[in-house]
C-alpha cells in the first residue's frame, strides 16, 4: 500500500531552526508530515516506541543537548528497523571533521543549515523529492554534501 505522504522528522534543539522547518514544508506542495523533537533523547524515545510511525526522512542536528547528532546516528545505525529511513544531517557546521565522520557513521546526506527561508525550501524540496535508492546506492563523499 502506497503512503499518502511523506513522513518527516527533525530533531534539532533551536526552536526557531524547527519552526522555520515546519513553516517550510508548509508552504511547500509536497504532501509530507512533519514532527519535531528539541533532543535527540526526545526522538530515541520516539523511534523506540513499538508503535512509532518510522519516517521516510529523519533530519537531525549534530549539536544538541542530553544526545547529540552523532549519538542518534550511531543507535539508529545499529538497529535494523530503522534500516529504511534516510538520514540527513542538518548542521550549521560545515566541518570537513563533521562531515567525514557522518558520513563514516552511515548518514545519507550532509546539509548546511540554509540562511534563509526561500534556500531552506528549496533544500527540504529537492532532499524529500530525492529518490533516496538511486542515491544511496551509488553513495560518495563527493554526493554526500549538498552544496546550495
Request: proline share 3%.
Amino acid at each position: 500500500m502506497q503512503k499518502e505522504y511523506i513522513h518527516i522528522i527533525l530533531a534539532d534543539d533551536d526552536e526557531d531552526d524547527r519552526l522555520f522547518f515546519t513553516d517550510a514544508f508548509e508552504e511547500l506542495k509536497i504532501n509530507t508530515k512533519v514532527n519535531t523533537f528539541a533532543d535527540g533523547v526526545a526522538l530515541m524515545n520516539y523511534l523506540n516506541q513499538p508503535d512509532a510511525v518510522l519516517p521516510d526522512v529523519l533530519f537531525l542536528d549534530l549539536n544538541m543537548p542530553r544526545k547529540n547528532g552523532i549519538e542518534c546516528l550511531d543507535e539508529i545505525k545499529s538497529d535494523e528497523k530503522f534500516n529504511d529511513i534516510a538520514i540527513a544531517i542538518f548542521s550549521t557546521s560545515s566541518s570537513e571533521e563533521h562531515i567525514e565522520e557522518t558520513f563514516v557513521r552511515g548518514a545519507n546526506i550532509y546539509i548546511k543549515k540554509p540562511s534563509d527561508f526561500a534556500t531552506l525550501k528549496k533544500v527540504l524540496s529537492d532532499v524529500v523529492t530525492l529518490n533516496w535508492q538511486y542515491h544511496t546506492s551509488g553513495l560518495n563523499k563527493d554526493n554526500f554534501l549538498m552544496r546550495i
